[in-house]
């Protein structure tokens, strides 16, 4: 866990950069997934960010130069059920908080904060319980202040927009986090790489990545494990994972663990034989230039719409050298007929979330790029079986993803590790 110091120092951030007000963050809901079986947990990601506090059931409250957590009180019976909770002492002692209530006293705080605050911060339109009792506190607020000296607030304002540009810009404990990250991801891509084999089963290579990512402390994937081969590796976001691999065939995974509640991000394609058809190799070799043309190109000032113009290019330059395309690059380009085999953005930003928060464009176009940003480049290729093309590409699918950090003067990969060239890759699907 960071240091509670660090938490505190984002929540005054936040209100530095918004104003005095009440702010109202509530925790995500629990899921249920059938009967009384709940999904795994996962706590919101801008709760944590300001708290640290991964208990369901939560609201973290700022005004008045305070921060208070309200919580699940201690209960012998549900602890030994669920496990320990912090409970109120817990929020102040060990998290950081001024003070801290049952999250049964939430209602009435908000109507006493309110009667004379500037402003509510609060994300409203997410049908979230806590959305009605912020709207009924307020509305009691307005109500009994009316002929009173106090004025409660005329407006909320959505505070996740300024928090998600706090957000973007990592820190260097949160680059610590992602780099680790994605040095567990490295071991679980290298592992999956040894294990492939004719005859083994895709599932199989999900569950040697689960079992890294575990085996190494991180709490969770960040995301569903794509493991696609064969055909299946030209399906965006295939997910069933149930195929028995064969002999020739590329395996397309993309898998990345989320270490205190820090994502990665990598796509890997390789041959399940250990070596490359002449096919499958040129193809390959037309994604990787176009994601090191566009790594190449990361710099501040550059922009993510500027790099997906260069992975577009490269591949659409490629396509035309495999046969794929006809024509005059730029012409194919301007009628988006690489859209037939590349049919995605080339990034996204990346951090607590793997579709991570942030704009993307501001007033005057694609917002450029700063130090501390952290996304993903990731150019592929996907040709269909019955793609009108030479018989040796069709079911061949190629996506190469690294995850990429914006440094004073350039960029540094934090996946870098994950086995990327034809030749390291050849020689870790043989070992």
Not at 13 to 24: H, K, R, T
Not at 90 to 101: I, P, S, W
Not at 288 to 307: C, D, F, M, S, Y
Request: contains cysteine.
């Amino acid at each position: 866990m960071l240091d509670p110091a660090i938490f505190a120092a984002r929540r005054r951030a936040l209100v530095n950069e918004l104003g005095d007000g009440v702010y109202v963050f509530p925790s995500a809901p629990v899921a249920i997934r059938n009967n009384d079986v709940e999904h795994d947990y996962r706590q919101d990601s801008d709760l944590f960010y300001l708290t640290g506090f991964a208990e369901p059931g939560t609201t973290l409250v700022m005004a008045e130069g305070r921060a208070l957590l309200f919580v699940p009180e201690r209960n012998k019976e549900r602890e030994i059920w669920d496990g320990p909770r912090a409970g109120v002492e817990g929020a102040v002692e060990r998290f950081g908080m001024d003070r801290a209530f049952p999250n049964g006293e939430l209602e009435a705080c908000l109507k006493e904060l309110f009667a004379d605050a500037k402003t509510i911060f609060f994300r409203v339109g997410h049908d979230h319980p806590v959305e009605a009792l912020v709207f009924r506190a307020w509305s009691h607020a307005r109500r009994v202040t009316s002929r009173t000296p106090k004025h409660p607030p005329s407006t909320i304002v959505d505070p996740s927009v300024a928090l998600a540009e706090q957000r973007m810009r990592k820190s260097v404990e949160e680059l610590a986090l992602m780099r680790r990250a994605c040095a567990i991801t490295t071991e679980a891509h290298r592992a999956a790489m040894s294990l492939a084999a004719a005859g083994r089963y895709e599932y199989e290579l999900e569950a040697v990545l689960l079992q890294t990512f575990r085996r190494h402390g991180s709490e969770r994937p960040a995301y569903g494990c794509i493991v696609g081969s064969g055909p299946n590796a030209t399906i965006l976001h295939y997910r069933s994972n149930n195929r028995c691999m064969e002999a020739g065939d590329l395996v397309l995974i993309d898998a990345g663990c989320e270490l205190g509640y820090y994502a990665s991000d990598v796509t890997r394609t390789f041959p399940v034989s250990g070596r490359f058809s002449p096919a499958q190799r040129s193809v390959y070799e037309v994604v990787l230039k176009a994601q090191e043309a566009a790594i190449e190109a990361t710099r501040p000032g550059a922009n993510l719409r500027a790099l997906h113009d260069i992975c577009v290019r490269e591949l659409t330059a490629g396509m035309v050298s495999l046969g794929l395309l006809t024509g005059e690059v730029d012409a194919l380009i301007e009628r988006e007929e690489y859209k037939s085999f590349y049919m995605h953005r080339s990034s996204h930003w990346l951090g607590m979330d793997v579709h991570d928060v942030g704009r993307y464009c501001d007033a005057e176009g694609p917002r450029a790029l700063e130090p501390g940003f952290v996304f993903t480049i990731e150019p592929g290729l996907y040709i269909a079986t019955d793609a009108d093309v030479p018989k040796e590409f069709r079911g061949i699918g190629v996506r190469i993803e690294d995850d990429i950090l914006v440094t004073a003067d350039g960029c540094e990969n934090l996946s870098v590790n994950v086995p990327k060239s034809i030749a390291d890759i050849e020689a870790t699907c043989l070992r």
